[in-house]
């Protein structure tokens, strides 16, 4: 079975910093990966996605994640944060092959985005 | 964009009774839903995959008639969770997709349930 693992519970950051959210995921085979945000009172919506080709992905605001199939991991990185990142961040990786289907997804315990003005 | 609506947000019952929380997709027809729970500081789970006109698969561990998953239309699925136990407050998120490969999930605002 898939499994995710982030490693950061809680991240407090000033404005301005750079962000790197670590994701490893486990499992050998064809994956899609995904990172997903919610903001305070807000449901989840996605951030980016990476389902084949290029393992540098950009999503919306800024953000991007690699993929670095050696390594099972799937960073989320953004240069410049703002307050207004403040958020929750999940991880959630998707194995086709499955019996679930492509759209059955196992999320990761998230990271708590703390951006102090 | 794509809209789900969950509902109640919240709802507090009494052990024994049955609650029961909407899940709709707005503006798109959902083939697929899912219906997830969320402990604090804990990840989602997914606890059943809902398909349109057909019988929900549950994960394992999940008791189907505890958790009664109904899936009537393309836009409106319902989570029943019967003889609520306090064991069960949690909070329990939906997504809906479209159900393609690269379909993305849409999640609904969640529902808080406590059972006292």
């Known amino acids: 079975a898939q499994s995710v693992s982030q490693h950061n519970h809680h991240v407090i950051l000033s404005e301005a910093a750079s962000l790197e959210l670590g994701c490893n995921y486990s499992?050998?085979?064809?994956?899609?990966l995904f990172w997903y945000v919610q903001y305070p009172g807000q449901h989840l919506q996605l951030l980016l996605k990476?389902?084949?080709?290029?393992?540098l992905v950009k999503g919306i605001k800024g953000f991007e994640a690699e993929f670095i199939k050696s390594k099972f991991s799937f960073n989320l990185r953004k240069p410049s944060v703002q307050w207004s990142d403040t958020a929750e961040y999940f991880c959630a990786v998707n194995a086709p092959g499955n019996s679930g289907g492509y759209q059955k997804v196992t999320f990761g315990t998230g990271t708590k985005l703390q951006v102090i003005p | 964009g794509a809209v789900v609506s969950q509902h109640p947000s919240w709802v507090i019952c009494k052990s024994g009774t049955s609650v029961k929380i909407e899940c709709r997709s707005l503006?798109?027809?959902?083939?697929?839903m899912f219906w997830y729970r969320q402990f604090p500081k804990q990840s989602l789970m997914l606890m059943a995959t809902s398909n349109e006109g057909s019988k929900a698969t549950y994960e394992q561990g999940v008791e189907k008639d505890k958790f009664l998953i109904n899936h009537a239309s393309l836009t409106l699925s319902t989570l029943t969770v019967t003889s609520a136990h306090p064991e069960d407050s949690s909070f329990y998120i939906c997504s809906a997709t479209r159900g393609r490969r690269d379909s993305p999930l849409h999640f609904g605002n969640g529902t808080r349930l406590t059972v006292t």
């Open positions: 990476y389902f084949s080709g290029d393992p």
């Open positions: 503006d798109f027809q959902a083939t697929t």
């Open positions: 499992y050998g085979g064809t994956v899609n």
